[in-house]
Each structure stands twice: as C-alpha cells, then as structure tokens.
C-alpha cells in the first residue's frame, strides 16, 4: 500500500464570501452511571507520536442492546436500555471499533466510513466507549453509526479496552471490530517514507516499536470481525474494501458543490474543475441588466439565449456524467465545480444555477455557491 498521507478530517464546506453551508448533528449529554468501583475518567491520552496513516480517519459502528433496571445498593441502575423520560426507548446506534498497526491505513478506513455517514471518534479512550453509544442513543437519530478509532497512542488507556468490550457485551450491545493488518516491509517503508518514529519505539529501532506493538494487539486481532491486510493496497483499493463492507447495497454517491466566482478575485483555491463563462457576451454593458445577477431572470434569460449556452450546459452535464463515474470508482466522494466569468455576477452565477438543478435532477446531492456575487 502506497500513497498514505496525512488527511484532515472532513468539515462542511463554506464559499469565501459566499453561502456557508454546514451540517451539524448534535446530541444530547445528559446522563449520569451509577456503577460501583467506576473508575476516575481522564481528560486526554498520552501524547504520543502518531503513525504516519493515523489521519486516515476513525470509523465505529455500535448497536446497544434492552436491559433491565436493577437495585444495586440501594439505587436502581440501568444495566443496559437506554430511555428518556416521555418518549419511547432511543434506537440505539450501531457500532464499529477500527483497530490495527500503526502505519496500515487506520485513518484512511476510518474517513471512509465518515464519507459514508459515520460519526467518527478518532482516538477515543476505550473507557469512554459505552458511554458514546448511550449518547448517540440520546441524539434522537441524529446519530445512528459510530465509528471509533482505537489505537496504542493512548497507551494508558488500552489496556480498559477489554473491560469496555466486556461492559458492551453485558449490555448486548452489537459491535463489529476492523482490524488493519500489514508487513514489516510494508511498515518500515512507510514510516521512513515520512521521516517519522513509531510510537512504540522508544529509543529502539522501527522494527522494535512495531514488535511491541503487534504484541499489544495480538489479542484484539484475534478477536476482530474483519481483519484487512494492507500491504500491498493503495488507499483506493483499502477505499473500496470498506465501501464493499460498509456501503450497503447503495453505491455512495458523489457530492457536488457547484461555486460561481469571478476570474479577477482569483481562483477558488478548492476547486477540483473549473470552467470559464468569458466566451458568452457579458451582461455588465447591457445598461439596464447591469445592475442585476445572474439570479435575475432577465439576466439568465439574455445568457441563455446567447449563441452557444444552453449547448455548453448539455455537453458539459453530459461530461460530468463520465467524471462522477470515475470518481466514484476512485473513491472521491466529493467535487467543487467552479463556474467562472469575470466579475461573478452575471454569467457565472446564471450558469450555476443551471447545472446545479441539471446535477439534482440527475440524483446528485448539489449545493450552490456564489462566491463573489455581491462584491462589486
């Protein structure tokens, strides 16, 4: 496998000076354990350094399963349904712990599963576990997949790993364990690829510091649901590997932010293609349009009837048709269109509004932006 980078985590995309477009799901944290013997909970793990693939992404999924209330010491403990006062029993969320070497791709696994709806938890303290499910069963839907990435940089923690797996299975909660498996080969190439020390090695080798991990991991690999060998992958093939897992029967589809912009504020810095209006005449030194947008009608309307328009926006609709499906197979589940005349008034914005509604009415989930409408 070649090709791990550092990767951020996914954040919704905003227009510099445009619409912000954000998705937020919140939940609800309010809830307080009753268990004896409960051990004090801890801010942040041990800093350590992190493997050269940890911003590969976090991905778990857990199902909490029906309990009953019970009398512990004289105060009624709830051993495992997780209810609201007034409303019916919370759908608990599903649950999938990524696991594995340092190096083998976790972050990558990991960001799949986020671009497939996930909610990701990277290096979440193993103790904290049943009570970020409980808390997902709290958000009334708004969290239904939990992903959490469970690695040594936490070394203190690792070893509640097992209790928490063991506290889960009381409660009958469903969870599904991914394990990333790779070479030493493979490893060693990788962390001198970017220059870094494994977490584990201490003042030793590479070779030292991935010993005394797959030491550590020896028994949670045994116990995985799902064990990837990366070694010989690409981040494309791990990619799909998890799609083929996690994607269910739908193949995830692409998501399209369609941005006007204008050439003389410069280039959107994140667009992935781009397109330029310049050859249709420009509305601006019409008099009485030039004080309107492309969101004018009498706007769009004099674009549109320009020689040329209404055949670029067929053509072009028709290219993306052959570009979503490579991207797709590629893994790329996001694209920036960016749709450009000079100022980003008139042309541009009148074309994006019509390849956005050409992009929805062909089931691509399509946000439009107008970056530089309104500067002038």
């Known amino acids: 496998m070649t090709g791990y980078e550092q990767e951020e985590p996914v954040t919704p995309r905003t227009a510099d000076a445009g619409t912000d477009v954000s998705h937020t799901a919140g939940t609800e944290a309010s809830h307080k354990e009753a268990r004896e013997d409960r051990p004090q909970r801890t801010a942040a793990a041990d800093a350590a350094d992190s493997a050269p693939d940890n911003a590969l992404g976090d ?12 009398q512990k010491d004289g105060a009624e403990v709830n051993t495992g349904t997780i209810e609201k006062a007034g409303v019916p029993e919370a759908a608990i969320p599903e649950l999938v712990i990524i696991s594995g070497m340092s190096g083998a791709g976790r972050s990558t696994a990991a960001k799949c599963l986020e671009d497939l709806g996930w909610f990701v938890v990277d290096n979440l303290p193993p103790a904290l576990i049943p009570t970020m499910v409980e808390l997902g069963a709290r958000s009334q839907g708004n969290v239904a997949r939990i992903a959490v990435v469970v690695d040594v940089r936490g070394r203190r923690f690792f070893d509640n790993l097992r209790e928490s797996l063991a506290d889960l299975e009381t409660k009958h909660v469903t969870r599904r364990i991914v394990f990333l498996e790779s070479s030493d080969d493979a490893l060693v190439r990788r962390f001198e690829g970017v220059r870094r020390p494994h977490p584990l090695q201490g003042d030793g080798r590479i070779v030292d510091g991935i010993a005394a991990e797959r030491e550590l991991l020896r028994e949670l690999r045994g116990d995985a649901d799902l064990v990837i060998d990366t070694s010989s992958l690409n981040v494309h ?3 799909a590997k998890m799609d083929a897992q996690f994607a269910g029967e739908e193949e995830p589809e692409l998501r399209a932010t369609v941005m006007s912009f204008g050439f003389k504020y410069g280039l959107p810095v994140d667009a992935d293609l781009v397109v330029d209006m310049r050859f249709l005449p ?12 492309g969101l004018n009608e009498e706007v769009a309307g004099y674009v549109f009837n320009q020689p040329g328009a209404k055949e670029f926006l067929d053509r072009y609709a028709e290219l993306l048709q052959l570009i979503r499906a490579g991207y797709r197979r590629e893994g790329k589940r996001y694209v920036t269109i960016a749709v450009g005349c000079t100022g980003g008034k008139h042309r541009s914005v009148a074309m994006s509004e019509k390849l956005a509604a050409r992009l929805v009415s062909e089931g691509v989930e399509t946000v439009v932006v107008h970056r530089d409408m309104g500067r002038e």
């Open 237 to 239: 093939e791990l990619r």
């Open 59 to 70: 991905a778990a999924d857990g199902t909490a399963g029906e309990g009953e209330a019970e």
């Open 282 to 293: 420009n509305p601006h030194w019409v008099p009485e349009l030039r004080q309107y947008t």
